[in-house]
Every structure is written in structure tokens, then in C-alpha cells.
């Protein structure tokens, strides 16, 4: 019987595999047919506003987003001239920067909840070129009547702003560019700790360059690795010229702020809005220090003149791009890291879809029309989205709302604020870094969930902190991809059982093994960097050792073909001797040893968002000794009989990921050796995909058929139980299927399988065989599974719909 089937199994070995790989033309056709539908739908897709703001209901969603974009906008005008100050800019630029890319996200974005702006980590990394390309030496001349250095804040200033101006471009470029050639994924190799971590170091360089504005002193300025240290060591050192006037305004407005959004934190619920505590601060001081004199009086430093009305447009240097090429990149991968995060947290919140691509185009749009506006890059921000979605906004439409308040602000009101305290939007700043600062706590999160995850969360703080933010960036990339592959290298390896009158296979610190049947499980995928350090593995675990095995073999034949001689040539002596006998005489020696070690590996990739092609390998270990001078030919035949009755299984899975090239080598080299010693390996799980990618590669042939193929572990047990002559396994009939037929049934099955398919509702095994174009199942008697509402009662019909 088990010939008979191995046969037909052979026969079902030479038909194709049912893949069909489009050609080049086929491939391409789709994307160069033009049809009205689709030219639709790229305009929809290209400009999202078509498709939002011709259904926009002012009855449902007038009031809310209205609402929601006052709130935003009052928000808007703090931050704005806060954050300038880290991107060492004129505070004017940072409400430009409220104005412009907002209104470009509004008609490109896909996200309803976020709010497009400045934000503390873009701006200081912004901050951190243009203090670097135009420090306050290149703009300091001596005064020829006393001769001390006067600066030309005007200059430098303007200088800075083309600067800024320049690298936004730049950045929004990249953006345009990536999300053109649907590079949108890129933001899936910045891991959340990864992220988490690189903001809090970015955090800390905001705090260190808004402490001068705090005590009102000035420091030096050092750029490079360790920067920040030194900065923190010479604001030490001038500690005591701390101007007394702008600690106490600094104080008192932290201590004001502080409570006041504790306070909103407290009574959420009951608030209709949120006490706009910012912009009250910044109207309250203002008017302190313009009828206080603070500025002549007590040396407090203030914003100073801010002009009235927009930029007209201008081209950006471009003979910076050279400069700040490296810097801008790191700029658009941030910034678009933070927003489609938050974007996407919001769409799953509120049940829509942010595409990821047109995201980064709308960002890169923003950024790109904003920078001839003189504006600095910009992103999403926490604090103003939040706002946003809990007074009730729900489309873009929040986000005009919001730009018209800024607008009018920058026409009308900005002169105003002149004799704002600089320490006070320093302060604006300190406060709204409380959500970056609290992910701290992620330490001890982390600490009991995966320690690999917080290394990367320390190794990026620690190197964005001491390394700056470009070289921070670069560093943690890199370190994160060395623990990708570290733990590809350092995978953890366990010994499974089977959970008692089931099919699952799990831990032996629950569940005992099965009698002569080890199974062995690997955490990670089997590729071409830790092939070997797999096969190290499995070998100890198994206790198989191929090498020394194959040696004694060896040893064991060399050593039987001379004693084969010694008996040869003694026979030969006898029978001279002994011319009297008509027959010869056969003495029998017998020894017969098994070596077993089972193994069963089972691999398992944590990661969702790739796919791998998976395979699993059975291997039943046999070897024997003989030592035996002719055996009879019948004695022999038993003898095969009985070993295939009686030969223990050792079962191994290994995962294949999409390396297969380099594997296949090995691999052959598995059969070959193991073969040698007598153990013979199933392959057991492999997609369709990898049987194709092997069949391509001539990996089966007559000593490797697709016999061998199984769809389960469980399947490849009892098939191996069966082997062994366990005469309570279920019946097994191995068996390739195929797509169905044109004649409407599933070809390679047996008629049974087939009557068995069509009188039960297999539904699992439907989906299976549907899903598959070639795999090995086994056929036992199965009870009727429960028929699906949904889809059970269409079997039938959906076979005979779709013969062709």
C-alpha cells in the first residue's frame, strides 16, 4: 500500500504548479490604460478636497469644526512665536509658518484630526542648521569708538531665515519625491522606540537652548558630538550673571502655566474648551512689560519689532542645498514620521483611511509652498490635534478656520506683541513639552515587556543627546537594524509537546513531549546569515551529530568490506580443504543498532506588516549495522519490512524566508547527509510560492519527490506514527491537490476524498485547498465542522461558478 501511494504521489510530482507569473506587457498595461473611472479616481486620490468638500454638511459639522478651529488658531499664535525661537528665527516666521502649510495640508491631507504646524523637535532641528551655518560670530564687527563687538541682529537674522527657508524646501522635495514613488513605507524602519526615544533626546536639546532665555544670560555656542554637554557646561559657568528680572518673569509664568493646564487636565469634562492659559500669559505679559519698561528698566530681553503683513514669495539659495542636504533629509523622514503616526491613531480612532503616500506628498507640498513663503518645516503636534478632535472638529475645514485666525493676527494684531518677554515663550515652550518628557515611563514599561526594545529606546536617547540630531538619527537607524539582526542570530530555541486531543503543538513546560518524537522550535527566520548557527542548533538539540555519524559509518563499512575479504579468503582455504562438501556454509552475525534523537523545529516571525515563506522539514533518523556474510535474500526482504514498521521518527521544521537561493545548497546538502545515515526528511507547511521557488531550482527529483511535502506538523506526525506501525493513527492518505478542474473537481484527490468533500462541510480544508495551488494534506474521518452563515451554504456554487 505505502508503494502504491508513493507511486502515485511520483506520478502527481511531474505536473506544473498552477502559478501563473504575468508577463512584462500584462504587467504593465494597468498602469498605462486610461479610463474615465480611473483618471477619477487619481484626481481624487491626488487632491483628497475634491472628494471631502462637495459632501460637507455645515448642519453636522459647521459648528464643531468652527469651534474647534478658534481654539486651534489661539493655540496657533503662542507656539508659533515660541517655537521660532528655537529655529533661531524672528518670531514673526513662526506665526508665516501657522499660515501657509496649513492651508496646502487642508486640500492635500487625508488625516481630519491633525493640526499642521510647528512643532519643538522639527524646529529645533531646523534651529540646529541655522545656528550652525550662521553663528553669531559671523555677524559680530567691532565698534571703532570703544571698540567692543557690536552684532547685527538684522543680518543674522535674515541670513538665518534663508537658511531655514532653504532646508524646508529641500526637505519638502524629499517628501514630494518619496511619496511619488510610493515610498511611504520608509517610515516602517523608525520602530516606536525608536521614535519615542529620539523625540525625548530631542526634548532635552530644547530644554538646553531655552534655559539662556530663562536666567537671561549667553552662553557659547559649540556644535558637533558632546555639543550639548558643553553647552550645559558653560551655561553653568554664567549661572551668575543670571538676570534677576527675567528668572522671576520666567517663574511666574511657569508656575501659572503649570497650574492652569493642570487644571484643564483635571476638568476635562466639565470644560466646554480649555482655558486658553498661553495666550492669556502672552497678552498679560506683554502688557506688564510695556507699561513696566522691563526691557529698558531690568535688561529683560523681549521679541521686538514685528512686522505687519505677509512675505511676498522669493526663491530659496539654492547653493545651500549642499550644505544642508544630510540635514534636510533627517528633517523630512522626522517630521513625517511624527505625522502619519498621529494621523494614523486618529483614522483608526475615528474609522477612516490615511493614506500613507498621499501623506507624504501633502507634507512635502507644505513644507515646499511654505518655504517660498519663508516659512520652516512643519508636522503635526500632539498638543493642537488633541484640541482639535476634542472640541469637536471633524474635517479640515477646522484647519482654515484656524489659519484665518492666525492670519489675522499677523495683519492686524502682531505689532502688538513686540514687548512680549522672551522668557515667556521660552516657558510656553518648557510646558508643552510635558507629553515628551512623561515618555520616561516607558523605561519601566519596556523593562518588563522586551528589554531588546528599550535598549533601542536608551541607545537613541543617549545618542541623540550626546551626538546631535542628525548623527543621532543615523546612529539609532543603525543600531536598530543591527538588533534585526541579532535577533535573527540569537533566536530562542524550546522544545514543544502536543496539547493533549489536539492538533497544537506547545512548550514542554506544560505540555509532555510525544513518546519518541521531539519537537523543536526556533523564534526567528531561517536565512542566509544564520543557516549554519540554525543547523548548530538543531544538531544539539537533537543530540544528532551528522559528521561523527557519517565517520563511523564509514569506519563501520571500511571495516566490514575487509572483514568481508578476511571470511572470502577463509572460505576459499576451506573449501580446498573440504572437497567433500556439495554446499557452503554461512555463519550469521547480527547486530543491529539504532541511533535516535528526535527533532521537531517549528520557526515563528513576529512581524506583521512582511511576509515569508515557510517550510518545515521531517526528518525520521535509522540507521543499522550489519555484520553479516551474504545474507539470504528472503531473511533480507523481512528484514526491510520489518525496519520500515519499526524505525522511530524524529520530526524538524525549519523556516524559510525568502532567501532561498543561498538555502537551497544547504538544504540538498541536509538530504544528502542525513540520507547517508538513514534518516529521511519531509518537508512539511511550504507555501506555494517556495515549492515553485524550489521546483524552479530543480531541488526535487527521484530522490527527493514531492512525496514528501505535508501540510502539517500534524499530518507529518501521524504519517510518521503510521510509519512505525501505530495501530491507532487515523487512516492517511497522502495526496497533492491541485486548483479544481474544468470538470468541477478537485484533480489529484482520490474519488473517496472527494465524496467525503462534497457530503461534509470542510470549510477549513475548502479555504486551504483554495488558498493553495499544491499541498500535501491528509484525509481522516473528520466530523461535519459547523457550517459558516456567511459563506457555508455557497461552497457548492462558488466551485461550479468558477471552473475556469
Not at 513639552?433 to 526594545?453: C, E, H, R
Not at 539504532?594 to 515557510?614: A, D, F, G, K, L
Not at 473537481?745 to 473517496?752: D, F, P
Request: hydrophobic letters at 40%.
Amino acid at each position: 500500500e505505502e508503494k502504491t501511494d508513493t507511486f502515485q504521489l511520483s506520478q502527481m510530482d511531474n505536473k506544473t504548479v498552477f502559478l501563473f507569473s504575468p508577463t512584462l506587457h500584462d504587467a504593465l498595461r494597468p498602469g498605462v490604460r486610461c479610463s474615465m473611472p480611473k483618471l477619477k479616481r487619481s484626481v481624487l486620490s491626488t487632491l483628497p478636497v475634491l472628494s471631502w468638500l462637495p459632501r460637507y454638511s455645515v448642519r453636522d459639522n459647521g459648528l464643531g469644526d468652527l469651534i474647534s478651529g478658534i481654539s486651534v488658531g489661539i493655540m496657533h499664535l503662542p507656539q508659533g512665536m515660541a517655537y521660532a525661537l528655537l529655529a533661531s528665527v524672528p518670531p514673526v516666521f513662526g506665526l508665516y509658518t501657522s499660515f501657509y502649510p496649513v492651508l496646502v495640508y487642508c486640500i492635500l491631507g487625508t488625516s481630519r484630526h491633525i493640526s499642521i504646524g510647528t512643532f519643538a523637535v522639527i524646529s529645533i532641528m531646523i534651529g540646529s542648521v541655522t545656528e550652525r551655518l550662521a553663528p553669531d560670530s559671523d555677524f559680530t564687527f567691532l565698534n571703532g569708538t570703544n571698540g567692543t563687538g557690536v552684532l547685527d541682529v538684522t543680518a543674522r537674522d535674515a541670513y538665518r531665515v534663508q537658511i531655514a527657508a532653504s532646508t524646508t524646501v529641500l526637505s519638502g522635495l524629499f517628501q514630494v519625491l518619496l511619496g511619488m514613488v510610493r515610498f511611504g513605507f520608509v517610515v516602517t524602519y523608525l520602530s516606536e522606540p525608536l521614535v519615542r526615544g529620539y523625540t525625548t533626546g530631542a526634548a532635552t536639546h530644547v530644554v538646553i537652548s531655552q534655559l539662556k532665555y530663562i536666567f537671561g544670560i549667553h552662553p557659547a555656542r559649540f556644535s558637533g558630538p558632546l555639543s550639548q554637554v558643553y553647552i550645559l557646561i558653560d551655561i553653568c559657568r554664567h549661572l551668575p550673571e543670571t538676570n534677576i528680572g527675567t528668572l522671576v518673569v520666567s517663574l511666574v509664568a511657569l508656575v501659572v502655566l503649570i497650574v492652569v493646564k493642570e487644571l484643564n487636565s483635571c476638568y476635562e469634562k466639565k470644560l466646554p474648551l480649555p482655558i486658553p492659559i498661553e495666550l492669556i500669559v502672552i497678552v498679560a505679559a506683554t502688557l506688564i512689560s510695556y507699561y513696566g519698561n522691563l526691557n529698558s528698566q531690568y535688561d529683560v530681553a523681549v521679541v521686538g519689532e514685528i512686522p505687519r503683513g505677509l512675505k511676498s514669495p522669493s526663491l530659496p539659495d539654492v547653493s545651500l542645498w549642499g550644505t544642508v542636504v544630510g540635514d534636510a533629509f533627517a528633517v523630512a523622514i522626522v517630521g513625517y514620521a511624527i505625522n502619519i503616526s498621529l494621523g494614523k491613531t486618529f483614522g483608526l480612532k475615528h474609522g477612516y483611511k490615511v493614506d500613507s503616500n498621499q501623506e507624504l506628498v501633502a507634507l512635502g507640498l507644505s513644507n515646499t509652498v511654505g518655504g517660498f513663503f519663508q516659512c520652516y518645516s512643519v508636522t503635526s503636534s500632539m498638543s493642537r490635534s488633541l484640541i482639535q478632535e476634542s472640541t469637536g472638529g471633524r474635517t479640515q475645514v477646522a484647519g482654515v478656520v484656524s489659519s484665518v485666525i492666525v492670519l489675522i493676527t499677523v495683519l492686524q494684531l502682531g505689532s502688538l506683541f513686540g514687548e512680549l518677554p522672551k522668557a515667556v515663550l521660552s516657558c510656553i515652550v518648557f510646558v508643552n513639552l510635558k507629553g515628551m518628557f512623561k515618555q520616561y515611563l516607558d523605561i519601566p514599561a519596556l523593562w518588563k515587556s522586551n528589554t531588546v526594545d528599550l535598549l533601542v529606546w536608551l541607545v537613541t536617547l543617549v545618542c541623540t543627546i550626546l551626538l546631535n540630531l542628525d548623527l543621532g538619527l543615523a546612529a539609532s537607524i543603525a543600531f536598530s537594524l543591527l538588533t534585526v539582526i541579532f535577533r535573527t542570530q540569537l533566536p530562542r530555541y524550546s522544545i514543544l509537546g502536543q496539547v493533549p486531543g489536539t492538533e497544537l503543538y506547545l512548550d514542554t513546560d506544560t505540555y509532555e513531549e510525544i513518546p519518541g518524537i521531539t519537537i523543536f522550535r526556533s523564534s526567528t527566520t531561517v536565512y542566509y546569515t544564520n543557516a549554519e548557527l540554525y543547523l548548530d542548533a538543531l544538531q544539539k538539540k537533537s543530540g544528532v551529530d551528522v559528521g561523527k555519524l557519517l565517520t563511523r559509518k564509514k569506519k563501520r563499512d571500511a571495516k566490514q568490506k575487509r572483514k568481508d575479504k578476511k571470511e572470502e579468503k577463509k572460505a576459499k582455504k576451506e573449501a580446498k580443504k573440504q572437497v567433500l562438501h556439495t554446499h557452503h556454509i554461512y555463519i550469521q552475525s547480527y547486530t543491529h543498532t539504532h541511533t535516535y534523537s528526535p527533532t521537531h523545529t517549528y520557526t515563528y516571525s513576529p512581524h506583521t506588516h512582511t511576509h515569508t515563506h515557510t517550510s518545515h522539514i521531517h526528518t525520521v533518523l535509522y540507521t543499522h549495522t550489519y555484520l553479516q556474510e551474504k545474507p539470504d535474500e528472503s531473511k533480507l526482504v523481512q528484514h526491510k519490512q520489518s525496519r520500515r514498521k519499526t524505525r522511530p521518527s524524529y520530526l524538524t521544521f525549519l523556516l524559510l524566508s525568502f532567501h532561498l537561493s543561498h538555502y537551497f545548497l544547504s538544504l540538498l546538502q541536509i538530504f544528502r547527509d542525513y540520507r547517508e545515515i538513514d534518516i529521511d526528511i519531509y518537508l512539511a507547511g511550504c507555501q506555494v510560492c517556495v515549492v515553485e521557488q524550489l521546483s524552479r531550482a530543480s531541488f526535487f527529483s527521484e530522490s527527493i519527490p514531492k512525496s514528501r511535502l505535508f501540510t502539517t506538523v500534524h499530518d507529518a506526525v501521524l504519517h510518521s506514527l503510521q510509519v512505525q506501525g501505530a495501530s491507532d493513527v487515523p487512516i492517511y492518505e497522502c495526496g497533492l491537490v491541485s486548483r479544481p478542474s474544468p470538470q468541477g473537481h478537485l484533480a489529484g484527490c482520490g474519488t473517496v476524498l472527494q465524496n467525503q468533500l462534497h457530503s461534509y462541510d470542510y470549510i477549513n480544508e475548502l479555504i486551504l485547498i483554495l488558498r493553495s495551488d499544491i499541498i500535501s494534506f491528509s484525509t481522516r474521518t473528520w466530523p461535519a465542522l459547523p457550517r459558516c452563515n456567511q459563506h457555508g451554504s455557497h461552497w457548492s456554487q462558488f466551485f461550479m461558478e468558477n471552473k475556469k
